[in-house]
């Protein structure tokens, strides 16, 4: 059997921006990147997992701050609604050492990826993917992992050319999820944004060193670093922990504008309200 491992490190920068600046912020940006070939116009549905211990270790390990922490999750990238057991996703290990991200993760069927993430069943695999295999079901296993939140959001990427090949840029929106049905394709499924709807998440990624010329685009831009978990803000708005430092307020943003676009093209009304009380789900919120 073929190996479906994949593996690889890179350091992460995060910039909170309003999505009509992120607009413009990628516009600029395509003139010394190339849009990801994965990435088509209006960018596409990012929808994870993930799984943490009963008295929320992961998030835990976020809050303090600890030099080596880890999470697992199951990736889903494209709309839900074709959902199938069948589907490809990506059972992932995400964990910081110090101030580098590693990533590793083998794509499965959706139901092979369940079968052992939830029963924690041994699933076939290739001799380069057992060490893998092994430590999800050990983490499963030993620390009594369960389903916890799902995140979703739409993401457009864009890519470094010539010596910047290691450079990727993401531009996050419409950033929302669930702390219930935890089935990808539940039918009918509600879900509310965790980060208001007219802000968006922008993260540099780089394998080594940020190019000078990023660093000058987000000074001339005044974008400032953000420690923004996407894991975090949703644990913290379904009520399931207090909120911490980490925590996007709303009231610390700028304010939405009367009207503004999804990022598929509709033009949607902003209301003043804040976001939805915590642990409740509204209809209006729904992918």
Not at 46 to 51: A, F, K, N, P
Not at 162 to 178: A, E, K, M, S, Y
Request: overall charge positive; aromatic content about 8%; charged content about 30%.
């Amino acid at each position: 059997m073929a190996s479906r491992l994949h593996a690889f490190n890179r350091y992460e920068l995060k910039y909170l921006v309003p999505v009509e600046q992120a607009a413009s912020i990628r516009d600029e940006l395509g003139e010394r990147m190339d849009r990801d070939p994965h990435s088509p116009v209006g960018g596409y549905g990012v929808w994870s997992l993930y799984y943490d211990t009963p008295q929320l270790r992961f998030y835990w390990e976020k809050i303090e701050g600890l030099k080596f922490r880890r999470k697992l999750r199951i990736r889903h990238y494209g709309d839900l609604d074709l959902i199938t057991d069948a589907s490809p996703v990506c059972v992932e290990i995400k964990q910081r050492v110090n101030r580098v991200t590693q990533k590793r993760r083998i794509t499965l069927p959706y139901e092979t990826a369940r079968r052992m993430c939830d029963d924690r069943q041994m699933i076939e695999h290739s001799p380069k993917e057992a060490a893998f295999v092994e430590e999800v079901l050990e983490l499963a296993v030993r620390l009594n992992l369960q389903p916890t939140a799902i995140t979703g959001y739409q993401r457009e990427a864009l890519v470094g050319r010539d010596q910047d090949t290691g450079l990727r840029v993401t531009f996050d929106r419409r950033i929302r999820g669930r702390d219930r049905d935890f089935h990808f394709g539940t039918a009918d499924a509600e879900n509310r944004f965790t980060i208001p709807p007219h802000m968006s998440v922008m993260e540099i990624k780089v394998n080594e060193r940020t190019p000078h010329w990023i660093t000058d685009l987000a000074a001339r831009r005044d974008l400032n670093l953000i420690r923004v978990s996407k894991y975090v803000q949703s644990i913290e708005a379904f009520g399931l922990a207090p909120r911490s430092v980490f925590h996007v307020r709303e009231e610390d943003l700028p304010p939405a504008p009367a009207h503004h676009a999804t990022g598929d093209g509709t033009p949607i009304a902003v209301s003043p309200t804040r976001l939805p009380a915590p642990g409740r789900l509204t209809e209006a919120f729904r992918p």
